[in-house]
């Protein structure tokens, strides 16, 4: 079970949301920052963080599950989000160059086919960021927020997944280290916890970030070695006594 559009438009737009979307951002960035892209889709709930990041993402394009729903722009501004089928994606073969993933994977029933498909839309090489909640958080403990919601994720469970569905991670990284007690919380004293939380404690963070790259192996291995590989045939030397 995972928050609805609106639900999580609603909360992005409240200080709390604001202030995650900055330090959440400003984690992404610190691993985007030397692999910029040109082609990226926003799958999930992931406008915010499209925004925050859009001097590094290029032309960026938005999807949504349809039992998420889509939340359009304001008038005048061209929709760029599509409600699609998370195992079904409406777009060719590597087409883009980057995925970014958020508020996703923890509500869906099927995981593996969306990350399956993930990878047929990625170019060989392409990165997918993805954002979820942490299962050994604090965040994952509270339903006053959208990581509360689902099933989160530990970095053992996330990095299985992905490898199954060949997603191989390159870059990991926590944030939101702060509780997130019912109360006006400052920037900056967030952003000391933060500072504190990714040297001392990063497995406790709230949300587990993950850069991981689409491998393409070159030839599938052998089932059965021994009925391809033949043994060498027996031949009958005779002896020859000399006289």
Same mark, same amino acid.
């Given at each position: 079970?995972?928050?609805?559009?609106?639900?999580?438009?609603?909360?992005?737009?409240?200080?709390?949301?604001?202030?995650?979307?900055?330090?959440?951002?400003?984690?992404?960035?610190?691993?985007?920052?030397?692999?910029?892209?040109?082609?990226? +889709?926003?799958?999930?709930?992931?406008?915010?963080?499209?925004?925050?990041?859009?001097?590094?993402?290029?032309?960026?394009?938005?999807?949504?599950?349809?039992?998420?729903?889509?939340? +359009?722009?304001?008038?005048?501004?061209?929709?760029?989000?599509?409600?699609?089928?998370?195992?079904?994606?409406?777009?060719?073969?590597?087409?883009?160059?980057?995925?970014?993933?958020?508020? +996703?994977?923890?509500?869906?029933?099927?995981?593996?086919?969306?990350?399956?498909?993930?990878?047929?839309?990625?170019?060989?090489?392409?990165?997918?960021?993805?954002?979820?909640?942490?299962?050994?958080?604090?965040?994952?403990?509270?339903?006053?927020?959208?990581?509360?919601?689902?099933?989160?994720?530990?970095?053992?469970?996330?990095?299985?997944?992905?490898?199954?569905?060949?997603?191989?991670?390159?870059?990991?990284?926590?944030?939101?280290?702060?509780?997130?007690?019912?109360?006006?919380?400052?920037?900056?004293?967030?952003?000391?916890?933060?500072?504190?939380?990714?040297?001392?404690?990063?497995?406790?963070?709230?949300?587990?970030?993950?850069?991981?790259?689409?491998?393409?192996?070159?030839?599938?291995?052998?089932?059965?070695?021994?009925?391809?590989?033949?043994?060498?045939?027996?031949?009958?030397?005779?002896?020859?006594?000399?006289?």
């Amino acid at each position: 079970m995972n928050f609805e559009a609106t639900q999580l438009q609603s909360w992005y737009e409240e200080p709390w949301g604001r202030l995650v979307v900055r330090l959440v951002g400003g984690s992404m960035e610190r691993l985007l920052h030397d692999n910029p892209s040109e082609r990226t +889709l926003g799958i999930g709930f992931a406008q915010p963080y499209l925004d925050w990041l859009r001097p590094w993402l290029g032309h960026s394009l938005g999807a949504a599950p349809a039992e998420m729903g889509v939340v +359009l722009g304001a008038s005048g501004i061209a929709n760029r989000t599509a409600q699609v089928r998370a195992d079904a994606l409406p777009f060719p073969d590597a087409w883009f160059e980057r995925v970014v993933m958020a508020h +996703l994977l923890e509500g869906t029933s099927d995981p593996h086919s969306a990350l399956r498909e993930i990878w047929r839309i990625l170019i060989p090489g392409g990165r997918l960021m993805i954002l979820v909640a942490n299962r050994g958080g604090f965040w994952a403990r509270r339903d006053s927020n959208p990581f509360g919601w689902g099933s989160p994720y530990s970095p053992g469970q996330l990095r299985h997944i992905l490898e199954q569905t060949l997603l191989i991670p390159r870059q990991w990284g926590y944030s939101l280290f702060f509780p997130p007690l019912n109360r006006k919380v400052s920037f900056a004293w967030a952003n000391a916890w933060e500072q504190a939380g990714s040297r001392w404690f990063a497995p406790l963070g709230g949300v587990i970030l993950c850069e991981a790259e689409k491998v393409v192996y070159a030839s599938t291995p052998l089932v059965k070695k021994r009925s391809l590989i033949r043994r060498p045939a027996r031949i009958i030397i005779p002896i020859v006594k000399k006289v």
